[in-house]
């Protein structure tokens, strides 16, 4: 009985501290960015190695400097390197996706680096540097990794995305795994097969 008067006279001073200050729940630390990240560079990316046996240097070279010139794209941008004798193509493309903000979708730039390297029978892909348009085209972008960081626009008081960053995700989980398909077929003729024996 004296436990139990305890208990009431404990929950009862508990009740009315609480009444006064406001308890701070701690951050909840469930959620799970689903976008692949490097975990070198910490940004996110798509990549794989891609065997085509019996291809030759030259002819994925080919192959995948024909899909640069064909890649859909907002803005099409020339090549950054373009190294026939090293077997490696870099470019950037952009791509309208829809964004949810203020609850609104709205339709914005999403530009991303690629590169291709060629091998004799294989080739690697990476698609990174997401980064979104503010309107002023390529040169003045804000990469994809400032949304993913926790702050007050992207991530609600317990630690998950807001609409905005579910949107924003989506999308470029969306935009990086047909971009990487398209890459896959165009360069090598299939649609998948991918595996990390470069």
């Known amino acids: ?9 404990l929950v009862g001073v508990f009740t009315s501290a609480q009444a006064q200050t406001q308890l ?18 910490g940004k996110v990316m798509y990549r794989a190695v ?18 640069f010139a064909a890649a859909p794209s907002t803005t099409k941008m020339p090549l950054e390197v373009d190294d026939a004798a090293g077997g490696k193509l870099v470019g950037k493309t952009g791509e309208l996706v829809m964004q949810n903000f203020l609850g609104a979708n709205v339709q914005v730039p999403l530009w991303r680096t690629i590169t291709i390297q060629v091998r004799p029978g294989r080739f690697r892909y990476q698609i990174t540097d997401f980064a979104f348009d503010s309107g002023k085209g390529a040169s003045a972008v804000t990469p994809l990794e400032n ?13 998950y995305p807001k609409p905005v960053l579910q949107s924003t995700i989506g999308a470029v989980q969306r935009s990086g795994r047909q971009q990487a398909a398209a890459i896959r077929q165009s360069v090598s003729g299939k649609a998948s097969g991918d595996n990390d024996n470069w």
């Open 147 to 159: 949304y993913l960081t926790p702050n007050a626009l992207t991530f609600d008081d317990a630690g």
């Open 24 to 41: 701070k729940l701690p951050k909840l630390h469930g959620w799970v960015n689903p976008l692949p990240i490097d975990s070198a560079t």
């Open 1 to 9: 009985m004296k436990f139990f008067l305890l208990m009431l006279a």
């Open 50 to 67: 891609v065997q085509v046996p019996g291809a030759s240097t030259t002819e994925l070279y080919a192959r995948a400097k024909k899909w």
